[in-house]
């Protein structure tokens, strides 16, 4: 009685010929936002607690200091931002509002 094995070939050979260990990637360390990193986590100690470190983020307005999901960032971005908006991206803005509208209301942990 002899056993007979089947061997399966996916065309692709299994061993990864390397004739070099790649280079290292250079590495800026002292890039501006690198550089800037942990500046104002001592703000409140050093400050005498004058300034909220959210305070002293760049960015739009509706996103300063803001925790939550997306279709709270959407709102929060409409309210502030909708009238100034051009008619495209208002319309692509509503567009997704109502999709994460329906989506939030039929699925997920948040029903």
Not at 36 to 45: E, M, Q, R, S, T
Request: proline residues 4%; aromatic residues 10%.
């Amino acid at each position: 009685m002899q056993i007979c094995t089947k061997h399966i070939h996916t065309g692709a050979c299994l061993r990864l010929r390397m004739h070099a260990v790649p280079p290292l990637k250079q590495v800026d360390r002292w890039t501006e936002k690198r550089s800037a990193y942990g500046v104002y986590d001592n703000i409140g100690v050093l400050g005498d607690f004058k300034a909220h470190p959210k305070e002293l983020i760049r960015g739009p307005v509706w996103l300063r200091g803001f925790r939550g999901n997306e279709y709270q960032r959407l709102t929060r971005k409409k309210r502030m931002v909708g009238a100034r908006m051009m008619t495209e991206d208002k319309l692509a803005l509503e567009k997704r509002l109502r999709f994460l509208y329906r989506r939030f209301n039929r699925y997920g942990k948040h029903r």
